[in-house]
């Protein structure tokens, strides 16, 4: 869904009919996962992406031609030296993998409210809320239900166009994902579907003002984070200096529970060079449940704070603490410094160890699968 914001507004300034592409399945190895999309236009325009720019083209060509009488799904098998799609064409890729990509036609003025079934606007509802969001999308199964969905969201909210007794498989699969958080694709009631998980956007609370902040909140905002900066200095003066963090928030580190909300999903970095100060924030923040806890600066530093805590950290609070924060890229400065944070906090993200690809034996997207109990 990172592309989610760029389709919305390319799709609200479309003044011709546009194909919504979505990937619904992958096997093997691909550039992209199952719920990357791509909106196309009749002349050509493309926002978002289905791959690392291989299929795309061919996709422009015969999306329209495809759609003319309802949603289609592409499968292009890129397990060879070429690629072959449904329409028989071939082309050079090598890519080792098969991707199943579901083309969907929008007219101008056409209903896009949830209700209708439009995954862009409940997902974008719900990011907007904070909330997670789970879309299941019927791809492969009865004719008429072919780009159906059902759409849940932790709040309560449901919405979508499937009906029928498919509804009640998919429905359940939606529901257990939203509890879970696993995304699958696969078989479903007597279909195929591919179940998102739509998390809100990751939020990250970096404490600190200093030069090496900058260069966080900007790369972070690249890739779509929520980025909120607290320091001991007056807001109007945090704003200025990063103009790109979505909240500033003047605090002492006495204050940071009272003033900064935290939750079980927050991604913090304490970057603030003083150690009086890093004492009093990880007095405060260790014992909380957040996702991860990160601290710039030397082990031994760490060591001693921890050691000064008034009560010693257990271990499953020193599992989330990372001291110091980031990977081992070799980095030095404010830019490299950043990346190696920000690499690190991607693998938590992702559920990753951050090891090398060349080492990894399963595909670079390897999927989860459906539960048996739901296969037909």
Same mark, same amino acid.
């Given at each position: 869904?990172?592309?989610?914001?760029?389709?919305?507004?390319?799709?609200?300034?479309?003044?011709?009919?546009?194909?919504?592409?979505?990937?619904? +399945?992958? *096997?093997?190895?691909?550039?992209?996962?199952?719920?990357?999309?791509? &909106?196309?236009?009749?002349?050509?325009?493309?926002?978002?992406?289905?791959?690392?720019?291989?299929?795309?083209?061919?996709?422009?060509?015969?999306?329209?031609?495809?759609?003319?009488?309802?949603?289609?799904?592409?499968?292009?098998?890129?397990?060879?030296?070429?690629?072959?799609?449904?329409?028989?064409?071939?082309?050079?890729?090598?890519?080792?993998? $098969?991707?199943?990509?579901?083309? /969907?036609?929008?007219?101008?003025?056409? %209903?896009?409210?949830?209700?209708?079934?439009?995954?862009?606007?409940?997902?974008?509802?719900?990011? !907007?809320?904070?909330?997670?969001?789970?879309?299941?999308?019927?791809?492969?199964?009865?004719? /008429?239900? @072919?780009?159906?969905?059902?759409?849940?969201?932790?709040?309560?909210?449901?919405?979508?166009?499937?009906?029928?007794?498919?509804?009640?498989? #998919?429905?359940?699969? +939606?529901?257990?994902?939203?509890?879970?958080? #696993? %995304?699958?694709?696969? +078989?479903?009631?007597?279909?195929?579907?591919? $179940?998102?998980?739509?998390?809100?956007?990751?939020?990250?609370?970096?404490?600190?003002?200093?030069?090496?902040?900058?260069?966080?909140?900007?790369?972070?905002?690249?890739?779509?984070?929520?980025?909120? @900066?607290?320091?001991?200095?007056? $807001?109007?003066?945090?704003?200025?200096?990063?103009?790109?963090? =979505?909240?500033?928030?003047?605090?002492?580190?006495?204050?940071?529970? =009272?003033?900064?909300?935290? *939750?079980?999903?927050?991604? @913090?970095? $304490?970057?603030?060079? *003083?150690?009086? =100060?890093?004492? /009093?924030?990880?007095?405060?923040?260790?014992?909380?449940?957040?996702?991860? &806890?990160?601290?710039?600066?030397?082990?031994?530093?760490?060591?001693?704070?921890?050691?000064? &805590?008034?009560?010693?950290?257990?271990?499953? !609070?020193?599992?989330?603490?990372?001291?110091?924060?980031?990977?081992? &890229?070799?980095?030095?400065?404010?830019?490299?410094?950043?990346?190696?944070?920000?690499?690190? #906090? !991607?693998?938590?993200?992702?559920?990753?160890?951050?090891?090398?690809?060349?080492?990894?034996?399963?595909?670079?997207?390897?999927?989860?699968?459906?539960?048996?109990?739901?296969?037909?």
């Amino acid at each position: 869904m990172r592309e989610l914001d760029d389709i919305l507004r390319a799709r609200e300034r479309a003044s011709g009919p546009v194909v919504l592409a979505t990937v619904v +399945a992958v *096997s093997g190895s691909s550039y992209r996962r199952p719920g990357a999309r791509m &909106l196309m236009g009749g002349d050509g325009w493309l926002a978002g992406g289905v791959s690392g720019g291989c299929l795309e083209g061919d996709l422009v060509r015969k999306a329209f031609f495809w759609t003319s009488d309802g949603p289609r799904v592409l499968r292009y098998d890129t397990t060879g030296d070429t690629a072959e799609d449904e329409g028989g064409l071939t082309f050079a890729l090598g890519c080792n993998g $098969v991707v199943d990509i579901l083309l /969907e036609r929008w007219e101008p003025g056409a %209903p896009s409210s949830p209700s209708s079934g439009d995954a862009l606007t409940f997902a974008a509802d719900a990011r !907007q809320q904070s909330l997670r969001a789970v879309i299941a999308t019927v791809y492969r199964g009865p004719a /008429e239900a @072919v780009g159906s969905r059902c759409m849940l969201r932790e709040d309560g909210v449901e919405a979508g166009n499937l009906t029928g007794p498919l509804r009640e498989s #998919v429905r359940a699969a +939606a529901t257990e994902a939203l509890v879970r958080g #696993v %995304p699958w694709s696969g +078989a479903c009631g007597g279909a195929e579907v591919l $179940v998102e998980v739509v998390e809100p956007a990751p939020p990250v609370v970096v404490f600190g003002a200093g030069f090496d902040v900058a260069p966080v909140v900007s790369r972070a905002q690249g890739l779509g984070w929520h980025l909120t @900066v607290v320091a001991d200095r007056p $807001v109007e003066l945090l704003r200025r200096r990063f103009p790109q963090a =979505q909240a500033c928030i003047a605090s002492r580190s006495t204050e940071v529970l =009272q003033k900064v909300p935290l *939750s079980a999903r927050s991604l @913090v970095l $304490v970057m603030t060079h *003083s150690l009086p =100060q890093d004492r /009093e924030l990880l007095a405060r923040l260790v014992p909380l449940p957040v996702r991860y &806890l990160g601290v710039l600066g030397p082990r031994a530093r760490t060591e001693r704070i921890l050691r000064e &805590l008034p009560q010693a950290p257990t271990p499953a !609070q020193l599992e989330k603490l990372h001291a110091p924060m980031g990977l081992d &890229l070799g980095a030095e400065g404010a830019d490299e410094i950043a990346l190696s944070i920000l690499a690190e #906090v !991607q693998t938590v993200l992702a559920g990753r160890d951050g090891g090398r690809l060349r080492e990894r034996q399963a595909p670079i997207h390897a999927e989860a699968a459906a539960p048996e109990r739901r296969s037909a």
